[in-house]
């Protein structure tokens, strides 16, 4: 997959963002779910290829801070951008082009093998079908996507820091995990699990 | 990575202790276990303007609300005095809160003397007479027994504490930190903001890290809730970050709209860096630039990117909005990277001046200053317009431009030719920093070799270019003919025009020439030039390819051949003019 500017927002800035150099296994997850997706199983990322040199670029746009519940859309109310205007500033990323690594792991009430699932999706990859554009991070990235080509990754091997893994909602609320990430010759290996340590009191 | 970096900048190179600050400090309140008077003492500087001391004292963000510093703060906090700017209430608030925050220290601490005689004289003891010029905002300092109370272990225990309180949000939690990857107490707010002088842009004191809207935060939260981070870490951040934007490492120009700071991770500092911004050693150039042409800058870049080297150049630009912190560049690359992109800054900067025989190197602020405004002054040698001043017409961001040129090896933007292309017909005015943009401008760093020469090149057939030349020689035509004296120059009169347009600029000069010829060679003293002179400016002339005719005007990257032909072709009379004068010399040396 590939596109003109991407942003994989590092959580400790994200409001002036700051993008990751390398896309995130969550925004992985999001594109293959965009491509094809049913309730019987879920995308389990394990390595990301960079295909395309790691180069940045910078805007600064408009934005609105008002945030409009849905019980006040109901009653009418609209966003007030012109009252709430921010400018915000983010570094981005430019010319991404990225080969994902997934696996298909079956839920219980799955009836299908996972080949049939895998199969399934590399038809609607060949005929470019999605149920919605996936994008690079933000929506205003579109991402493309194709075959898989046997392109080589780049050389570069660098430390990313502490990346997110994955979000877990459950009762409790949100939870998040994290791993150690690490770009070694152009790849990004992801453990199939994160390290998540439980909030507890300080 | 970024966080991670300052916070291990902090740990080598920065010795504040945690959750302390430096500030200004105009009042000294002194007091005695032994019976001794309680003094108030003013530290402004004595030369009478507004100095006091700067001291490292504990303090953590203050923004609207009233939260007091320990064992320094200002005058509303120690001694309850407000001014004509502050509201009674809100001043008797500020005072009982920091009289609070002493006794909760004397009670956490009952043996540390210094405290309990602080709380004895908020109990007992009357408050020093006002002097006169106290404002609500003076810094005041505390001593007991000629000792600075802030210096007390027991404070810096307590103020540890206290922090943890007021930034731990309302239910304190333990969590994996996104910085150390440790499990520890995590905040809920940074406690350290950077001082807003050393942010340009900012209103106020800035934050790198903060979610102060909903909108913001991961579902619609504020604060850090979901951007776990652990308070060593949060202070290791503010720290590191506020140390480099005040270190040598700084790059910040008036009227720029981003400072840069740069520091070297696992390797020694190399030279050739530290001269960067304000001026570079020409012979640590030539070295850079040796060992770019025998391919090892390459070769090892190519290894350290290969097996991620733990030498790594990192550098950060940053901008104020308001009271945030926005990262305009972020760069962690290897060393070698950096050192490969600067040697090829070096290589397509590189021109010959009027003084010197080698093309020389620019520092980034002389290329900076060359971007405004040239002033001519009567009966004194121009100068460019200061940076940081309004009519400079500088563009705020053309540091930033040549700083990812330098560093990331990105092209200049068309944006900085068509700037400085504009300067020059507006001023006139040529120099060996300009012609070094325009250089700079015209030649790709990603390519192996420099497109465009440093000095004179006698080969380039570029019609514009040798324009230029011509233009450059019936200059110094007139110059021989009528001495430096003239009021208005063929150049003075025909540059501006000559930069879009050449040809009529030409065709006009070669008029003129015919005269300023003929005066040369009535002239006893210059005769023997004339035929020089003129030999020059017909092979210039036969030079330009009749059937590469210029467009009625020139197309920016042509409009900088122009002016490189000019500049490189009066850099080359004047080093010719050196060569004469030194043989000249020589051989009236050899006839004595």
């Known amino acids: ?68 519940s849905v019980s006040e859309a109901l009653a009418g109310r609209t966003v007030d951008t012109a009252e709430h205007r921010t400018q915000r500033h983010s570094v981005c990323l430019k010319d991404v082009c990225y080969r994902i690594y997934a696996h298909v792991e079956l839920r219980g009430h799955a009836t299908n093998p996972a080949a049939a699932y895998r199969g399934q999706f590399r038809r609607r990859v060949e005929r470019g079908q999605c149920f919605h554009q996936p994008y690079l991070g933000t929506r205003e990235f579109s991402a493309y996507f194709g075959p898989v080509d046997e392109r080589d990754p780049i050389s570069t091997s660098m430390d990313l820091g502490v990346m997110l893994h994955g979000v877990h909602h459950d009762k409790a609320g949100v939870r998040f995990s994290w791993f150690d990430a690490r770009l070694e010759a152009g790849r990004m290996l992801i453990p199939r699990v994160g390290k998540v340590t439980e909030l507890a009191e300080a | 990575m970024l966080l991670q970096r300052l916070a291990g900048y902090a740990e080598e190179n920065v010795t504040t202790p945690p959750f302390h600050r430096e500030g200004e400090f105009l009042w000294r309140l002194d007091l005695f276990t032994d019976g001794r008077e309680t003094r108030l003492t003013g530290l402004r500087e004595p030369d009478g303007k507004r100095r006091g001391q700067r001291r490292v004292t504990p303090a953590v963000t203050r923004t609207s609300g009233v939260a007091p510093q320990m064992g320094a703060d200002d005058v509303r906090y120690v001694f309850g005095w407000g001014d004509d700017t502050t509201e009674p209430a ?62 007390r272990p027991s404070l810096m225990r307590f103020w540890a504490a206290e922090v943890a309180r007021r930034k731990g949000g309302t239910t304190p939690q333990a969590g994996l930190c996104l910085v150390c990857g440790e499990t520890r107490p995590l ?22 890290v903060s979610v102060n809207k909903r909108v913001f935060g991961y579902g619609l939260t504020k604060n850090l809730e979901h951007t776990p981070i652990c308070f060593d870490c949060a202070n290791a951040v503010g720290s590191g970050l506020t140390g480099l934007l005040g270190s040598r490492h700084a790059v910040n120009l008036p009227g720029q709209d981003s400072r840069m700071v740069w520091w070297v991770v696992g390797a020694a500092e190399p030279d050739v860096l530290s001269g960067f911004a304000t001026g570079p050693d020409p012979d640590q150039v030539n070295v850079l630039l040796a060992r770019l042409r025998s391919g090892e800058l390459a070769r090892a870049r190519e290894l350290a990117e290969s097996v991620a080297s733990d030498e790594r150049f990192c550098s950060l630009t940053v901008g104020g909005n308001a009271s945030r912190i926005m990262v305009r560049d972020w760069i962690d690359m290897p060393l070698p990277t950096v050192l490969l992109h600067l040697a090829h800054w070096y290589r397509d900067m590189l021109m010959v001046t009027w003084a010197h025989d080698e ?26 317009t200061e940076i ?46 300009r012609a070094a943009l325009v250089r700079l401008a015209l030649c790709d760093p990603r390519e192996k070799e420099s497109r465009v020469s440093a000095g004179l090149d006698e080969n380039h057939t570029d019609t514009a270019y040798l324009y230029g030349r011509v233009f450059a020689h019936l200059e110094k035509i007139q110059y021989k003919a009528h001495g430096p004296d003239v009021n208005t120059t063929y150049g003075d009169r025909f540059m501006t025009s000559a930069i879009g347009n050449p040809v009529p600029a030409v065709l006009a000069g070669r008029k003129l020439a015919t ?54 072709q009066r850099a080359d009379d004047a080093r010719r003019a050196r060569d004469h004068q030194k043989k000249t010399a020589t051989e009236s040396d050899d006839e004595d």
């Open chain 2, 359 to 384: 093309p020389v190197p620019f520092g980034l602020w002389q290329l900076v200053l060359a971007t405004g405004r040239w002033e001519r002054r009567s009966g004194e040698k121009g100068r460019y």
């Open chain 2, 90 to 151: 809100r001043v008797a608030d500020c005072h009982a809160r920091f009289v609070a925050l002493i006794r909760e220290w004397s009670g956490s601490e009952p043996d540390d003397a210094a405290a309990v005689r602080l709380v004895r004289f908020y109990q007992d003891e009357t408050m020093p007479a006002r002097p006169d010029g106290v404002g609500a905002k003076d810094g005041v300092l505390i001593a007991v027994d000629d000792e600075l109370v802030i210096h």
């Open chain 1, 1 to 68: 997959m590939w596109g003109p500017g991407a942003l994989f927002t590092r959580p400790e800035l994200k409001v002036e963002r700051v993008s990751y150099p390398v896309m995130t296994p969550t925004a992985a997850i999001g594109v293959l779910e965009s491509i094809f997706w049913k309730p019987e199983f879920s995308w389990v990322p394990v390595a990301i290829d960079v295909l395309a040199p790691i180069t940045q670029f910078t805007q600064r746009r408009n934005e609105s801070i008002d945030i409009v």
């Open chain 2, 187 to 208: 905040v809920d707010s940074m406690p350290s903001t950077i001082a807003k002088h050393l942010v340009p842009g900012a209103s106020n004191d800035a934050a790198l």
């Open chain 2, 515 to 568: 005269a300023w010829l003929s005066k040369i060679r009535r002239n006893p003293e210059t005769r023997n030039a004339e035929w020089s002179l003129r030999s020059t400016l017909d092979t210039l002339i036969n030079k330009i390819n009749p059937a590469d005719p210029l467009p009625g005007f020139l197309p920016p990257h042509r409009q900088a051949q122009f002016v490189l032909g000019y500049h490189q």
């Open chain 2, 388 to 433: 940081g001043s309004k009519n400079g017409r500088r563009r705020e961001h053309v540091q930033r431009d040549l700083l990812a040129r330098a560093l990331r090896g990105y092209p200049l933007p068309p944006s900085v030719l068509h700037h400085v292309l504009h300067r020059i017909a507006s001023d006139g005015r040529i120099d060996a920093p």
